[in-house]
């Protein structure tokens, strides 16, 4: 009688173990089997820009219903917005498989090829496009045109780029980002009143500018302003640029380089920092620091930026290369008294740019440095060559001119100089060049003409203490002795620690008989550089000046 009853027990408590699932787990149930619930989510969550939960809930509404259109489309939005452009582009496929004639979605997938550098299939993309011309949703015709512009201004046909850029403009007047760009293209083919007119547009219309920003009609404009020599105005433009868009390292690099070119070198610096902290590895922002720590002659930091650049960076340059970098790395080992290893630098860059002036001027400056004078003389020949009007090539050449006593040549080398590229924007290599040529006319015993030319070195740039130097020099040979003085304190005060200063201050404080003043300052030159000629004989002769007088002999 005992097993029958345990049997019933078992049922009772088997059919009490299966009872129905509880309400709120079959709701929860229905919901993962729901497309509409997945596809919902999936959309809302790519509205909030949450693009890995979007791809997640699309995936969920893929699995329920493959065939719906639209959850591609989202499903390749939200991998364009984390930046999966191959993925991305197969989910337009698997919508452009289902519904085909959508413009919207050709536009899309021709964005997602253009990023991934397809560019072939991406204009054929927008293209097709603009043929079928429907169904475009919240993307109008202007950014096929926009798109098809990029890629053909990436080909460099830019007859056809403008055209296209015309027609995106034509379909939405306000779209800025597309005049931004039309007025890069614009400035490009040197129609700069154009190009400047399409960035005022994008600047004051400011509006769809899709990826792009304010920012970049600033940065265009700053560009066209610096290539037209107004240089306030590129400075105020990339200012503006920068105050926008702090992190655009492309932007710092420009504005330092127009810097540099004004021989604005700290302020120069500065930019080519921020460059670096925008985009650590950044090589032409480390190209460009180490050139303009080469002008500062901080020769040892100069050589570890151009090597890191050229070792460590990304290999992003402009349209030098990486030749910029190795000039730049000889210039800092010939600040360094490393002169072998500056020529090696120096025909690298030269070999990896032959068609680029400088780099040959430069090289011409190494070798005339070694004393290989016709190597030199052939190198800033080649200099010449390349660009007429460069004052770089024609400055070395006249150095080393001067070298060889071709006295009159060089004179002749340094005025083309003076003439040359040198009097737009790189106004102290100007005032270099003036005062090159009036320390030759100096020694040519062409004392006034001397005078001119330090006094041009002055004018152009009044920081300039060898300019100042080299007109006292000029006026102590025409017996201007006051006036002398007045010159060397002015070179003293810009570089109080040049030795050479202060022995001109003695020599002309001398002639003035001020004889404590002069010995004062035959001893600071000493103090600074024991073995400055000129002072220790200034100061022999003003310590037997100094000397008691023996007692006049008793008259008779």
């Not at 070298?403 to 002749?412: D, G, H, K």
Request: net charge neutral.
């Amino acid at each position: 009688m005992g097993r029958p009853l345990i049997n019933w027990l078992m049922v009772i408590c088997l059919t009490v173990g299966v009872g129905d699932v509880p309400v709120h787990a079959r709701q929860k149930q229905d919901k993962l089997q729901d497309f509409d619930y997945w596809a919902s989510l999936c959309s809302s969550l790519l509205k909030s820009r949450k693009y890995k939960e979007a791809i997640e809930a699309c995936d969920q509404a893929i699995i329920q219903n493959a065939t719906e259109p639209l959850a591609w489309l989202d499903r390749g939005d939200a991998l364009a917005g984390m930046e999966r452009f191959t993925e991305a582009v197969v989910s337009y496929d698997r919508f452009l498989r289902l519904r085909a004639n959508s413009s919207e979605v050709l536009t899309k997938r021709c964005f997602a090829l253009n990023e991934l550098a397809r560019y072939e299939e991406a204009i054929a993309s927008c293209e097709q496009a603009l043929r079928i011309d429907q169904n475009w949703q919240d993307i109008s015709p202007a950014e096929a045109w926009y798109y098809q512009a990029s890629i053909l201004r990436r080909w460099n046909r830019l007859a056809e780029a403008l055209e296209s850029y015309g027609l995106a403009i034509r379909s939405n007047a306000n779209y800025s980002l597309a005049l931004a760009d039309r007025c890069a293209v614009l400035a490009s083919l040197d129609r700069h009143a154009d190009a400047l007119k399409d960035c005022d547009s994008a600047i004051r219309i400011n509006a769809n500018w899709g990826r792009g920003s304010l920012a970049t009609a600033w940065a265009n404009r700053a560009r066209i302003e610096a290539k037209l020599a107004r240089f306030d105005n590129a400075l105020s433009a990339y200012d503006k640029a920068l105050a926008l868009q702090p992190t655009d390292a492309i932007a710092w690099t420009e504005q330092g380089s127009l810097l540099w070119r004004l021989g604005r070198f700290t302020e120069a610096l500065a930019s080519q920092e921020w460059a670096l902290k925008a985009r650590e590895k950044y090589s032409l922002a480390l190209a460009n620091k180490c050139a303009t720590l080469n002008q500062l002659g901080q020769y040892k930091e100069a050589l570890s930026a151009c090597d890191s650049a050229i070792q460590e960076g990304d290999q992003q340059w402009n349209e030098l290369g990486p030749a910029l970098a190795w000039d730049q790395r000889g210039s800092a080992l010939l600040g360094l008294n490393r002169p072998e290893e500056a020529l090696a630098s120096a025909n690298r860059a030269v070999s990896l740019k032959p068609d680029h002036a400088d780099f040959w001027s430069n090289r011409g400056a190494v070798l005339w440095f070694l004393g290989r004078f016709n190597e030199a003389l052939s190198s800033t020949n080649q200099a010449i060559a390349l660009k007429q009007d460069s004052a770089n090539a024609w400055f070395n050449h006249g150095r080393i001119l001067a070298s060889l006593n071709r006295t009159e040549e060089a004179l002749q080398a340094y005025d083309k100089a003076i003439a040359g590229d040198a009097n737009i924007g790189s106004k102290l290599s100007l005032a270099d060049i003036w005062v090159n040529k009036s320390a030759l006319l100096w020694r040519l015993r062409r004392y006034s003409q001397s005078l001119e030319s330090a006094t041009q070195a002055t004018a152009i740039n009044p920081r300039s203490a060898a300019g100042w130097f080299n007109r006292g020099l000029a006026l102590m040979a025409l017996d201007r002795y006051g006036e002398a003085l007045q010159s060397y304190n002015r070179a003293i005060n810009i570089d109080p620690k040049n030795s050479d200063y202060w022995t001109g201050r003695g020599m002309a404080l001398m002639a003035l008989n001020d004889n404590a003043q002069s010995l004062a300052a035959f001893d600071q030159a000493l103090k600074l550089n024991p073995s400055q000629a000129q002072a220790v004989v200034g100061k022999n002769i003003i310590s037997e000046r100094l000397k008691p007088k023996p007692p006049a002999p008793p008259s008779k």
